[in-house]
């Protein structure tokens, strides 16, 4: 049913269309109780802190404050839109569907307290502020990503940034990072997403592996070989599915670092389908089926939808893709 001067933008959150600074997110059941005057901007800030960290007490250092505050001003936030914001799970604190409606429009109130704080201080908002959380799997984060984001926060000392690794699908539904590379696309709408760069992968092995085991002379012949990949059951990365790539070959050593994998092949522990910005980095290391096994794949940039407009992800991003710009060679070798 309709009802004049609110749009229903979310199942059980209305926005009320009225002449407020800051329009009124409620439920179905008090949208005609809400002040938007009760509102307090302060509490947004608070929001989106847990909406960063999803844990109470990483939102609590980076606000500065203590844990019950946090629960204070989130339930107090609450009290005044007339809706659940956040609720407990076993990984922490997560946003309901309208919290993150809510986190998403309160995004630009936070920029401009952050350019308020800018200009007092003198900087007329040159330097950037505030905390910003990437994911990324291990050894791109650690090649690409991590030089980019010390480069960003020396030119903004005021700006704290947190790299997560692992080469596995991230929880896209999820609202702990700002910021997120992943091998594929991901298909979540909850974020915003562009192709970053393509890489190759192909198989490495030591001089002395293959004078003890033979040198494959063709990809049949890797049945008879140690083959070194991931732990298939705990990866849940479908362009990493190795039936894809090498159909009927089962690895016999298994990791879920590509670090530990690299220090398995660099070990003699057999033939690794390693990315070749990775391997080449060893001169001990020697590519074999060059031409028959050249796995290209994607890493794709995104970021939340509701953080994807921040001044500090939006540089972030042009890091990344800077740094990706100026490397390009050694994601994608010129022989592949």
């Given at each position: 049913m309709a009802h004049p001067g609110w749009c229903r933008i979310a199942p059980?959150?209305?926005?009320?269309?009225?002449?407020?600074?800051?329009?009124?997110?409620?439920?179905?059941?008090?949208r005609s109780?809400?002040?938007?005057?009760?509102?307090?901007?302060?509490?947004l800030r608070y929001l989106l802190a847990v909406a960063r960290s999803r844990n109470r007490r990483s939102a609590a250092s980076d606000l500065g404050v203590d844990t019950s505050t946090v629960t204070?001003?989130?339930?107090?936030?609450e009290r005044a839109l007339g809706t659940e914001l956040v609720r407990q799970n076993a990984a922490g604190w997560e946003l309901t569907e309208a919290g993150r409606t809510v986190a998403?429009?309160?995004?630009p109130i936070e920029d401009a307290v952050e350019r308020v704080a800018g200009a007092?201080?003198?900087?007329?908002?040159?330097?950037?502020?505030?905390?910003?959380r990437v994911t990324a799997p291990d050894a791109f984060g650690a090649y690409f990503v991590a030089p980019a984001l010390a480069g960003l926060h020396r030119r903004h000392p005021d700006l704290t940034v947190?790299?997560?690794?692992?080469?596995?699908?991230?929880?896209?539904?999820?609202?702990?990072?700002?910021?997120?590379?992943?091998?594929?696309?991901?298909?979540?709408?909850?974020?915003?997403?562009?192709?970053l760069s393509d890489y190759f992968l192909g198989l490495y092995a030591t001089d002395g592996y293959l004078r003890e085991?033979?040198?494959?002379?063709?990809?049949?012949?890797l049945h008879r070989h140690t083959l070194v990949w991931y732990v298939d059951s705990l990866l849940h990365v479908g362009e990493l599915d190795l039936d894809k790539h090498l159909p009927g070959i089962t690895p016999r050593v298994m990791s879920t670092s590509v670090f530990a994998q690299v220090e398995s092949v660099r070990c003699g522990g057999g033939i690794g389908l390693l990315p070749c910005f990775v391997a080449d980095r060893h001169p001990e290391l020697r590519r074999i089926l060059r031409d028959e096994v050249a796995?290209?794949?994607?890493?794709?940039?995104?970021?939340r939808r509701e953080r994807s407009v921040q001044p500090a992800v939006q540089a972030i991003r042009a890091a990344i893709q800077a740094e990706v710009r100026g490397r390009v060679g050694e994601l994608l070798p010129e022989r592949g």
């Open positions: 059980g959150l209305w926005l009320c269309a009225s002449d407020h600074a800051y329009p009124g997110l409620v439920s179905d059941r008090r109780q809400v002040d938007p005057r009760a509102i307090r901007a302060d509490d204070r001003r989130i339930r107090a936030l998403e429009t309160a995004g007092v201080a003198g900087d007329q908002g040159r330097t950037l502020r505030g905390n910003v947190e790299l997560l690794t692992a080469t596995r699908e991230p929880n896209l539904h999820q609202s702990g990072f700002d910021s997120a590379i992943t091998v594929g696309t991901p298909t979540s709408g909850q974020v915003v997403s562009e192709p085991e033979g040198v494959p002379t063709t990809v049949d012949d796995v290209r794949l994607g890493f794709t940039l995104s970021a």
